[in-house]
């Protein structure tokens, strides 16, 4: 990442103005002070960002048109974690959009501190895009392959100018982990509530002449990269304990983002950490309300499971398990952690979806593959376990294959009865009512056809 290489000794041979700031006399050693600012008002934008960006057609060009644009900056190389880079945006609340300009100059912020106000003249500036982020700068060739690199010392101030109204106060933009969109990229935001991971407290910001990645997280256990250069001045702090909030460039690489911050100031943590997030629940109030091995078409077979609960219940966590036969070990598991099922109301899994559908008339809440637990052909045993590993709810005996008992649904179905309401972890015959073609005592002789027979998604 060009943002983030380290710095190198630079010598101002000549006098030169980048912008309307200027350096007057040749600079020997590093101890000067900011250069005065000498500006006029010459210039004034004739392009907005969109349509510079949309000069761009699938290769790095060089810009051809007369077109300025300007913006404000927003990054800063003081404290060396930018370098040979200058991120600005439209505006200095509330921007649209923001740019990256690659050069190679350093100590830009003495030439250009954050809020001020830029315009930068394209004409001759090459525009590429870089793992979905646009950029302007100079011309890199590499194997015959132009793409964007620094633009040259020499010529930045042809390009460069800096307005002469006063510099601004930058707000950043406040957003949410879980909000993050590409038109926030290269642009400066905050965000509140957040915290270094617990696993890399204590560690120091980066590796010596690394670039490195820290991770911050929220309470809802949301994570962003935090990207650090191993030549920043805090290279060698510790990583804040606690939570608060945070500043810096939001970068992209295609749909990954990262935080880039200017300096520690722009951390301000000093609340408790979150607590440990909840999001995994048990209840006894799910539980398998019917299983379906329909005589005429075992592509319809299904499996029910009901809520009776007033309140709907994320899944996460929570596993049936088909145990095949008499067997004593798991033949097959579904995982339910990415659904969640209503208030009073029913999931019903499908292994075969298009079948499903033309039988019953509507699709299933899930599709699972073939000899799943939602396969059975009547004569297994399951156990819907929840994210603890506790067995919440059993149909039939683990280890005794059901044909011939009275935990066998072949050819028909086993329907859970209506005044039952809790899960039972324990299979007990007089909760349920059983079709089959040759099932123990108590069930019913019968086999069942689809769809007449059936009535999934109701209870």
């Known amino acids: 990442m060009n943002a983030f290489k380290p710095k190198v000794q630079f010598i101002v041979r000549r006098c030169f103005g980048i912008g309307l700031l200027m350096l007057c006399g040749c600079v020997k050693d590093m101890d000067y002070t900011t250069p005065k600012a000498i500006c006029s008002v010459n ?26 644009i300007e913006g404000y900056v927003i990054s800063s190389d003081q404290s060396g974690n930018f370098f040979g880079v200058l991120y600005f945006q439209d505006r200095p609340t509330n921007p649209t959009q923001g740019f990256e300009l690659e050069l190679d100059v350093r100590d830009t912020h003495l ?4 809020g001020s106000k830029i315009l930068i003249a394209l004409k001759g500036l090459y525009m590429g895009k870089s793992k979905g982020v646009f950029k302007l700068g100079g011309q890199f060739t590499s194997f015959g392959n132009i793409a964007v690199g620094r633009l040259p010392a020499a010529v930045v ?58 991770n911050l997280i929220n309470c809802l256990d949301q994570e962003l990269v935090l990207v650090n250069s191993g030549y920043a001045d805090f290279q060698a702090e510790i990583l804040p304990e606690l939570n608060g909030s945070i500043r810096g460039v939001l970068l992209r690489e295609n749909n990954k983002y990262q935080l880039a911050i200017r300096s520690l100031g722009d951390i301000e943590f000093s609340k408790d950490r979150c607590a440990d997030l909840v999001d995994e629940f048990s209840s006894t109030k799910l539980f398998i309300s019917e299983l379906a091995d329909p005589n005429n078409n075992a592509e319809a077979r299904f499996v029910e499971l009901y809520n009776s609960d007033i309140q709907s219940l994320s899944l996460k966590g929570w596993r049936l398990h088909r145990y095949t036969n008499a067997n004593t070990e798991i033949s ?51 156990q819907l376990v929840d994210p603890f590993g506790t067995v919440i709810d059993s149909f039939g005996v683990v280890g005794e294959d059901g044909s011939a008992t009275n935990h066998e649904f072949e050819d028909g179905k086993a329907v ?43 209870r």
Not at 111 to 114: A, I, L, N, R, T
Not at 168 to 195: A, R
Not at 339 to 362: D, W
Request: aromatic letters at 10%; hydrophobic letters at 35%.
């Open 157 to 214: 101030d042809r390009h460069i100018f800096v307005s002469c109204e006063e510099a601004v106060t930058m707000m950043p933009t406040l957003i949410e982990i879980g909000d993050l969109g590409e038109h926030y990229t290269n642009t400066l935001v905050q965000l509140d509530g957040v915290e270094i991971r617990e696993d890399e407290v204590g560690l120091p910001f980066a590796n010596v002449k690394e670039e490195t990645n820290r």
């Open 111 to 114: 030439f250009f501190p954050v």
């Open 332 to 382: 097959s598991t579904i995982d339910l952690s990415d659904h969640s099922i209503g208030a009073e109301s029913t999931f019903v899994i499908s292994p075969n979806t298009s079948s499903f559908e033309a039988t019953y008339g509507f699709s299933p809440d899930l599709e699972v593959g073939t000899n799943s637990p939602a396969d059975s052909n009547g004569d297994d045993n399951f």
């Open 43 to 68: 210039l004034s934008a004739n392009a907005s960002y969109a349509e510079v960006k949309s000069l761009y057609v699938d290769q790095t060009i060089q810009i051809e048109q007369d077109l300025i």
């Open 416 to 458: 859970r009865n209506l005044n039952i309401v809790m899960a039972n972890p324990v299979y007990t015959f007089s909760e349920w009512t059983l079709y089959n073609d040759s099932g123990g005592s108590g069930t019913v002789n019968l086999a069942q056809n689809a769809p007449e027979d059936f009535s999934p998604g109701i």
